[in-house]
Every structure is written in structure tokens, then in C-alpha cells.
């Protein structure tokens, strides 16, 4: 797993509490993001990163916010966890981004269940 | 609407067979096409990528064909073995720049057996 890291790896949490998960990388890629992954919906995109700082939505990222303050870390906030975010959820790197072909790479994920 | 699918129901195949999954999409114009294999618990791992003008691309066993016409891409695993069991998902490139990301298929389970 190309030197990314995700934590917890698994984690029980009640609704109504918040939630951080880290995702760190020692490849200095310029893009992260953060997919979930459940079944019958495959792997969606929750947000993503093109630089320190600079974040956008993906297709499904009501619920939840994320951050960038250093290249290697990316963490995604529930702020208020419901159980619709019961879920397996990845972190992907990528070195060039949409301009180019971005070959994603990907954490061991985080499995995260509310109850 | 836009959409990316994969046949859901699993692929079940004999060792030393060929494997054949398909990606369809719909109302998209991806400039190039991955496929990815992903083990349970697993996060997915590269396979190859396919470009827009490439009609065919290869990697040992494996084979990509990409029609745009048909809007498919089809995944071959030739001479499969057991340990080529697994989820395979496509992945199209939507939109460019910054704001371009990766639209995933939900994946087809291959399993080969002995």
C-alpha cells in the first residue's frame, strides 16, 4: 500500500458524536481523497484535495468535511455520525491529478460503524 | 443519467480459462478508462488504464479493449488461475483540471476455480 495510512482502522462510534479519520502519506502526492465504499454502491467519492488547503465536494458529501493543513495528512470530520455513514472508507493518493493519468492508490481503509 | 456498471453477479470460471468482465457507461466521454482488482479487506490496486484512442492495451495475462463508440470496455484475464479471484472494478475520468475525478464502477467478483 504505497506509503498510505489510514486510522482508526476500525472504530464503533454511537450517532451523534463526531468522527475523525486520518489518512496519511509519506509519497508526497499533490491529490487525496476520500471515498466510501458500501455494497450495491460501489466506491463513491466523499471529497477530495488538490493541494494543502484546497478541498472540494465529490457525489456525496453531505455529512461530512474535510481538511488539509500538511501535503501528508488528510482527515474527513462527521460531525454529527449517523448511521447511514456505516460504511468501509478509503483514502486514495494520486501524483498528477485530473490534467493527466491519475493512477489512484490506495489506503487499507477504515472500516466505521454507527450504532 | 450518467451511469458506470458492471455486471454484479459474480463470475464464476474453471482454472485456465479466460475471463471476460464488462463495463458499460452512459452519457460520459471519459478521455481514458482503469481497471482496478480489489481483495476482501483490501484497499483497490491499479491494474492498467486505457486511453480514449487506444483500442487495446496489454500486461502479461491481462487485456483492456476500450470501444467508445459502444460506450465498453472489456477485461480479460487469460489462463486464470486461482489466485486471480477477486473484485475487478473500471474506473472512467469525468470532467479535467482540478475539478476531474474517477467515476468507479460497483465491480464484478471474479472467482476461479481449481
Known amino acids: 500500500d504505497a506509503g498510505i495510512t489510514q486510522s482508526p482502522r476500525h472504530k464503533v462510534t454511537e450517532t451523534g458524536t463526531p468522527v475523525t479519520l486520518r489518512c496519511h502519506q509519506t509519497e508526497n502526492h499533490r491529490y487525496m481523497y476520500w471515498y466510501r465504499q458500501d455494497p450495491g454502491h460501489g466506491l463513491r467519492l466523499i471529497h477530495y484535495?488538490?493541494?494543502?488547503?484546497?478541498?472540494d465536494k465529490g457525489e456525496v458529501s453531505d455529512g461530512y468535511s474535510v481538511s488539509r493543513s500538511k501535503t501528508e495528512d488528510f482527515l474527513l470530520t462527521l460531525e454529527s455520525a449517523t448511521s447511514s455513514q456505516t460504511s468501509v472508507y478509503f483514502c486514495a493518493i494520486s501524483e498528477s491529478g485530473g490534467t493527466s493519468t491519475d493512477t489512484q492508490y490506495f489506503g487499507p481503509g477504515t472500516r466505521l460503524t454507527v450504532l | 443519467s450518467q451511469k458506470i456498471e458492471q455486471n454484479s453477479e459474480a463470475l464464476n470460471i474453471q482454472e485456465g480459462k479466460t475471463a471476460t468482465l464488462t463495463c458499460n457507461y452512459t452519457?460520459?466521454?471519459?478521455?481514458?478508462l482503469q481497471w482496478y482488482r480489489q481483495d476482501p479487506g483490501r484497499g483497490p490496486v491499479f491494474l492498467l488504464l486505457i486511453r480514449e484512442n487506444e483500442k487495446e492495451k496489454r500486461k502479461e495475462r491481462l487485456k483492456v479493449t476500450f470501444d467508445t463508440t459502444l460506450k465498453q470496455s472489456l477485461f480479460h484475464i487469460t489462463a486464470s488461475q486461482p489466485a486471480d479471484s477477486a473484485t475487478y472494478l473500471c474506473?472512467?475520468?469525468?470532467?479535467?483540471?482540478?475539478?476531474?475525478?474517477?467515476?468507479f464502477g460497483q465491480g464484478t467478483t471474479l472467482q476461479v476455480k481449481p
Open positions: 452519457n460520459y466521454s471519459p478521455a481514458y
Open positions: 484535495s488538490y493541494g494543502v488547503k484546497d478541498t
Open positions: 474506473a472512467l475520468r469525468h470532467g479535467s483540471g482540478n475539478t476531474g475525478k474517477l467515476i
